[in-house]
C-alpha cells in the first residue's frame, strides 16, 4: 500500500515536471538563451549554461531604448519648430488653401494640376492684397515650403504613434509610463488640428481691415507653444530615461540651485514664446537699433492702445519691448546660475551643461541683436528662432542633470 502511493507520487511529480519544463520552452526565457548561444540538454534549459537575467538589467535596457526613441522623436519636433520658422519667414504657409490628411500628401504633377491649385490661392486675400503679381513658379516655392512642413508633420505623428504601438505590445512601458506616452501621441494630433486652426485665420476675409493678410498672432502663439511643450516633454523623459541620475550630496545650495534652474528654463521658454507674437506681428521691423528704440529708451508708442492690457499681444512696439526685456532677463538669469553653480560641488557632466547653456544664451542674445539691426533677413531670423529652441534644449538637460534622486 505504502509502495503504491509513493509511486503515485512519484507519477504526478514527473507529470508536473514534464509540464513545466514544455511551458519554459515556451516562454521568452528559452528564446533569451538560444539567442545567446546557449545549449539545452534534452529540451530542458540547463540553468548552469547562462546567468538569469535580472530584472533590473531588463529595465535599464528598454529605460535605455524608450529614451532614445524619445530623444529622437523630440528631434523631429526641433525639425518641424525650424521648418515652421523658415514656412513662416518666407510667407508660405498661407499657399496650401485647405486640409485633407491623406489627399495632400501627394503634390500636384502635371501643369493642370499647378494651375488648378493656383487659382485657388487666388481665391484669398494674401494674392489679392500682398502677391497680386506672382507667378506660377513663385507660387510652387511657397507651396513647396507649407507642403514640406505638413509633411514633416505627419512624420513627426508616424515617429510616435507607431514605436508606442510596438513597445506597447512588447511590454516595454511601465505602468506610470503608459499614460504620459499616451498624452504625448494626443498631443501630436491635437498639435496638427491646431495647425490648421492657425492657418485658417490668415485665409480670412477682413473687410474692416487694409492690413497685410497674416495668421492670428494669438493662434501662432499657440501653435508654436504646443511644440514646444510636446519638444521639452520628449526630451525630458528621454533624457531622464537614458542618463543616469547624478549623485550629488544634498545639500542647502543644491536645493537653491535646482529651484534657480527652474526658474531660468521657465524664463527662457517663455522668452521662446513671445518670440511667436514677434513674427506674428512683423515686430522686429518696427525698432531696428539696439539698445535704444529709436532714440528712446522707452518709446512713445508703448502703451498706444486701449485697454492697456492690448498693446502686451496687439502692438508691435510693446512686444518687441516685451521680448528685449524677456531676452535680457534670461541672459541675466542663466549668468547667474552659472555663477551660483561655481559654489555648489557637481560633476563634470553637470558643469559641462550649465557651460553649454550660458555659451547658448550669449549666443542667442547676439543672434537676436544681429538679426534686428540688419532688419530681418531671412537666413539670420531662421538661425536665431532655432537657436532659442537650442537654448532651451540646453535648459532641459540642466534640469535633468540637477533633478533629485528617487530613492
Same mark, same amino acid.
Given at each position: 500500500?505504502?509502495?503504491? +502511493?509513493?509511486?503515485?507520487?512519484?507519477?504526478?511529480?514527473?507529470?508536473?515536471?514534464?509540464?513545466?519544463?514544455?511551458?519554459?520552452?515556451?516562454?521568452?526565457?528559452?528564446?533569451?538563451?538560444?539567442?545567446?548561444?546557449?545549449?539545452?540538454?534534452?529540451g530542458h534549459v540547463s540553468v548552469r549554461t547562462a546567468s538569469m537575467p535580472s530584472a533590473a538589467s531588463d529595465r535599464v535596457l528598454s529605460d535605455r531604448v524608450l529614451g532614445r526613441w524619445l530623444v529622437g522623436c523630440s528631434g523631429l519636433v526641433l525639425g518641424a519648430v525650424v521648418l515652421g520658422g523658415v514656412t513662416r519667414l518666407t510667407e508660405s504657409g498661407l499657399s496650401m488653401v485647405d486640409w485633407h490628411l491623406v489627399k495632400e500628401m501627394k503634390p500636384p504633377?502635371?501643369?493642370?494640376?499647378?494651375?488648378?491649385?493656383?487659382?485657388?490661392?487666388?481665391?484669398?486675400?494674401?494674392?489679392?492684397? !500682398?502677391?497680386?503679381?506672382?507667378?506660377?513658379?513663385?507660387?510652387?516655392?511657397?507651396?513647396?515650403?507649407?507642403?514640406?512642413?505638413?509633411?514633416?508633420?505627419?512624420?513627426?505623428?508616424?515617429?510616435y504613434i507607431l514605436p508606442t504601438v510596438y513597445f506597447w505590445k512588447r511590454g516595454y512601458f511601465s505602468r506610470s509610463m503608459k499614460p504620459r +506616452?499616451?498624452?504625448?501621441?494626443?498631443?501630436?494630433?491635437?498639435?496638427?488640428? !491646431?495647425?490648421?486652426?492657425?492657418?485658417?485665420?490668415?485665409?480670412?476675409?477682413?473687410?474692416?481691415?487694409?492690413?497685410?493678410?497674416?495668421?492670428?498672432?494669438?493662434?501662432?502663439?499657440?501653435?508654436?507653444?504646443?511644440?514646444?511643450?510636446?519638444?521639452?516633454?520628449?526630451?525630458?523623459?528621454?533624457?531622464?530615461?537614458?542618463?543616469?541620475?547624478?549623485?550629488?550630496?544634498?545639500?542647502?545650495?543644491?536645493?537653491?540651485?535646482?529651484?534657480?534652474?527652474?526658474?531660468?528654463?521657465?524664463?527662457?521658454?517663455?522668452?521662446?514664446?513671445?518670440?511667436?507674437? +514677434?513674427?506674428?506681428?512683423?515686430?522686429?521691423?518696427?525698432?531696428?537699433?539696439?539698445?535704444?528704440?529709436?532714440?528712446?529708451?522707452?518709446?512713445?508708442d508703448l502703451l498706444a492702445f486701449s485697454p492697456t492690457i492690448k498693446n502686451v499681444f496687439e502692438n508691435p512696439t510693446t512686444v518687441q519691448f516685451d521680448h528685449r526685456i524677456l531676452g535680457i532677463a534670461s541672459l541675466s538669469a542663466i549668468t547667474g546660475l552659472y555663477l551660483f553653480s561655481r559654489r555648489v560641488h557637481l560633476p563634470r557632466r553637470v558643469k559641462i551643461a550649465i557651460g553649454c547653456l550660458t555659451a547658448m544664451a550669449y549666443t542667442q542674445v547676439a543672434l537676436g541683436i544681429s538679426t534686428l539691426l540688419l532688419y530681418v533677413p531671412t537666413p539670420l531670423a531662421a538661425t536665431h528662432q532655432s537657436g532659442s529652441v537650442a537654448l532651451l534644449t540646453f535648459a532641459i538637460w540642466v534640469l535633468a542633470e540637477l533633478r533629485k534622486v528617487v530613492k
Amino acid at each position: 500500500m505504502v509502495l503504491q +502511493v509513493l509511486r503515485l507520487a512519484l507519477s504526478c511529480r514527473c507529470q508536473t515536471a514534464s509540464k513545466y519544463v514544455q511551458q519554459i520552452q515556451r516562454t521568452p526565457l528559452r528564446q533569451w538563451l538560444l539567442k545567446r548561444g546557449q545549449t539545452t540538454e534534452g529540451g530542458h534549459v540547463s540553468v548552469r549554461t547562462a546567468s538569469m537575467p535580472s530584472a533590473a538589467s531588463d529595465r535599464v535596457l528598454s529605460d535605455r531604448v524608450l529614451g532614445r526613441w524619445l530623444v529622437g522623436c523630440s528631434g523631429l519636433v526641433l525639425g518641424a519648430v525650424v521648418l515652421g520658422g523658415v514656412t513662416r519667414l518666407t510667407e508660405s504657409g498661407l499657399s496650401m488653401v485647405d486640409w485633407h490628411l491623406v489627399k495632400e500628401m501627394k503634390p500636384p504633377r502635371t501643369e493642370a494640376e499647378w494651375e488648378d491649385e493656383f487659382s485657388k490661392y487666388k481665391q484669398f486675400p494674401e494674392f489679392k492684397i !500682398l502677391n497680386h503679381d506672382m507667378t506660377l513658379t513663385e507660387f510652387k516655392f511657397i507651396f513647396y515650403m507649407e507642403w514640406g512642413h505638413r509633411m514633416w508633420g505627419r512624420l513627426v505623428g508616424l515617429a510616435y504613434i507607431l514605436p508606442t504601438v510596438y513597445f506597447w505590445k512588447r511590454g516595454y512601458f511601465s505602468r506610470s509610463m503608459k499614460p504620459r +506616452v499616451l498624452g504625448l501621441c494626443g498631443f501630436v494630433f491635437f498639435q496638427g488640428l !491646431l495647425g490648421w486652426y492657425m492657418v485658417k485665420s490668415g485665409l480670412e476675409e477682413k473687410t474692416e481691415s487694409y492690413d497685410i493678410p497674416r495668421v492670428s498672432q494669438y493662434r501662432l502663439a499657440a501653435h508654436l507653444g504646443s511644440a514646444l511643450l510636446l519638444y521639452c516633454s520628449s526630451l525630458w523623459m528621454g533624457l531622464t530615461l537614458m542618463l543616469p541620475a547624478s549623485k550629488i550630496p544634498d545639500s542647502r545650495n543644491l536645493l537653491q540651485l535646482r529651484r534657480f534652474a527652474k526658474a531660468t528654463g521657465g524664463l527662457v521658454f517663455l522668452t521662446a514664446l513671445s518670440g511667436a507674437f +514677434v513674427a506674428g506681428l512683423d515686430a522686429g521691423l518696427v525698432y531696428n537699433s539696439f539698445p535704444k528704440m529709436g532714440e528712446r529708451w522707452i518709446p512713445d508708442d508703448l502703451l498706444a492702445f486701449s485697454p492697456t492690457i492690448k498693446n502686451v499681444f496687439e502692438n508691435p512696439t510693446t512686444v518687441q519691448f516685451d521680448h528685449r526685456i524677456l531676452g535680457i532677463a534670461s541672459l541675466s538669469a542663466i549668468t547667474g546660475l552659472y555663477l551660483f553653480s561655481r559654489r555648489v560641488h557637481l560633476p563634470r557632466r553637470v558643469k559641462i551643461a550649465i557651460g553649454c547653456l550660458t555659451a547658448m544664451a550669449y549666443t542667442q542674445v547676439a543672434l537676436g541683436i544681429s538679426t534686428l539691426l540688419l532688419y530681418v533677413p531671412t537666413p539670420l531670423a531662421a538661425t536665431h528662432q532655432s537657436g532659442s529652441v537650442a537654448l532651451l534644449t540646453f535648459a532641459i538637460w540642466v534640469l535633468a542633470e540637477l533633478r533629485k534622486v528617487v530613492k
